[in-house]
């Protein structure tokens, strides 16, 4: 199954768009489109992600984005904790069956973002 879109809530839009551009670039991510009240990020010509300026995020939000390979997840890592992301479980296997790497961060509203790897 291919998911359209996801729409992430967010409370402040500029600091959101610079987090998920530079997490999400070493997964193929790049800005689609950029309004006033959204940011859409896309990836082999497609936006499937879109960041909505909201009055009160919802923090329960998890989001998981596949990745390429294991070094793809460890450079999400790295480039969404420099980004401003905060840690929430670091780059390695995970006992979810099968051969699962991933990596997770909170975005600045909270919300758990992943990138994995199944091998």
């Given at each position: 199954m291919?998911?359209?879109?996801?729409?992430?809530?967010?409370?402040?839009?500029?600091?959101?768009?610079?987090?998920?551009?530079?997490?999400?670039?070493?997964?193929?991510?790049?800005v689609g489109y950029a309004g006033d009240d959204s940011v859409g990020l896309e990836v082999n010509g497609r936006e499937p992600i879109a960041l909505r300026l909201?009055?009160?995020?919802?923090?329960?939000?998890?989001?998981?984005?596949?990745?390429?390979?294991?070094?793809?997840?460890?450079?999400f890592y790295a480039a969404a904790l420099e980004a401003g992301g905060r840690d929430n479980g670091p780059p390695g296997e995970r006992p979810y069956?099968?051969?699962?790497?991933?990596?997770?961060?909170?975005?600045p509203d909270g919300h758990n973002i992943e990138a994995l790897f199944r091998g």
């Open positions: 291919t998911i359209a879109h996801v729409n992430i809530p967010v409370g402040d839009l500029d600091r959101s768009r610079a987090f998920y551009e530079a997490a999400l670039r070493p997964l193929g991510y790049a909201g009055p009160s995020p919802n923090r329960s939000t998890h989001v998981a984005f596949a990745a390429e390979s294991a070094d793809d997840v460890d450079e069956g099968g051969y699962y790497y991933a990596a997770f961060v909170l975005d």
